[in-house]
């Protein structure tokens, strides 16, 4: 064992002794640091906005003006004979062909105008809570007159839920505006599954609004301006959760599968943790969020390895040292591993010093807050545990792929014996390669399952860690199925076995006069 250690000592000193080692080393903070600020600058322009809340509410007051105003010509809305709503001093002549009454308009202008007179800020729950008072006497309007019991009691019960909203609004009680909305909610007779699922995921929703006195966002929001509300976002995610799992469909509208079935489940059971214990996920502009972001550089990791090897191995070959190598004491293949080995421990140097450079740049970028938690659903339970264990399994499990690439380019060093042409070739199948599985993914075949680089992003597998806001596209990966995180590992360990055969065979093998 002592002498194979001194061989693969010897060929780190042999790889050290090359510029082209320092370089890379150099260049992976250089990237992790270029890297961390562009996400800031990507993530500070898809937060920033042009309008303001005050802005959208003014505009869709001249919208509805410019509409009553105009008597609805440029519109559905006709109506027959002079209109003019009490307590407004706007009237306009009526219009023959009537589509559809213009009410709504008019309470909503009227609903605005009451807002701005009473000064409510236009991004307070205030405006959506006049908005539900709004939507409210419209479907009391549907329900008036019409003769059915029924209805009518339904008419007075939305009429007076309308006025409680107001009244409730002008006390600044929100627990009490909730109450009038769970109210109606157990007054809607939900006879189809599409109501049902609807009314039960609101009912989930709104009991933890009231639970945490977590207050709507308006509308004339932009919910990109606001990073900090993370509630809002995580209850609408919810709601789309419960209502898909009681409709079992998925968002595309097909029948929920087994797997998606336990992942919303799961899902459901981790926001909905999240909220009862103000656990906020991780942002992307976070150093946490770039942990897990910057992870998508191993890749570079692997096309530097290509490099590496090629150096490594090809020019023994071309610059003859091959020959004195071959004279010494040692065996063929311990020399071939001493070098395999040597390749894949500088790989996981290199991973050190990415996730150290990750840390640095995040930290700079980002700030060095080391607070988060990572939530995931497990057998039944919610686990929660610090999110710096999430950032450090994401980068061991990048340990797989790069253990195969690193057998991959061992194999074309020796097989190519030129360090040009192994370069060439292995950047050329490490890009290609990709591109085409990727494209196969989509496709109906199944053979796709055992291709390379469908295998190697084994993070896929644990959706948990992809939980970043704002850059889940980045990170969720390809998951394909009948693909597990077992057979992920299987397929990989069978070509790191066949490319190291390969390469073992041609070195062993192949006489160096070749050369």
Known sequence: MSRFLRLIQNEFIKLFARPLIFILIVLIPLMSIGYAFLLKSSVTSYYYHSESPESRMQNRINELTKLVEGGFADSQFKFDGDFQRPGMDIKFPGMPGMQEDPQNSLDELEMLQYARSKGYEPDSWKIEALYKAFEYKSQARTLEGSGDSEDERLYLQYTKAADDIYAAVDRDDLIGYYDICMRILGLQNAEGDYEKATVEAEKAVLQLRIDKKIPVISRFS?????????????LNALFN??????????????????????QLEGEIEVNTYRIKNDKPPVEANSLYGFLSVSSSLVSFISLFIIIIAATMMASEYSQGTIKLMLISPYKRWKLFYAKLTTVFLVSLLLLVILFASSVLAGGL????????????????????????????????????ELLVMTSLSVMLAVVMRRSSLAIGVGVGFMFGGSIISTILAFMPYDFKRFLLFLNTNLSAYFPELNSIRFFDMVTSGVRIEGMTFTFSLIVLAVYFICFTYIALDSFNRRDVKQA
């Open 241 to 262: 959760d419960i209502y898909n799992l009681k409709m079992n469909r998925n968002n595309q509208g097909m029948q929920l599968s087994d797997e998606e079935r336990r």
């Open 365 to 400: 970028a980002f700030g060095f807050d080391f607070a988060g938690s990572l939530i995931k659903y497990n057998n039944g339970r919610v686990e929660d545990m610090p999110y710096i264990f999430a950032c450090l399994l994401k980068y061991l499990l990048a340990c797989p």
């Open 222 to 234: 932009d919910y990109r301006t606001t990073q900090e509300d993370w509630q809002n976002e995580t």
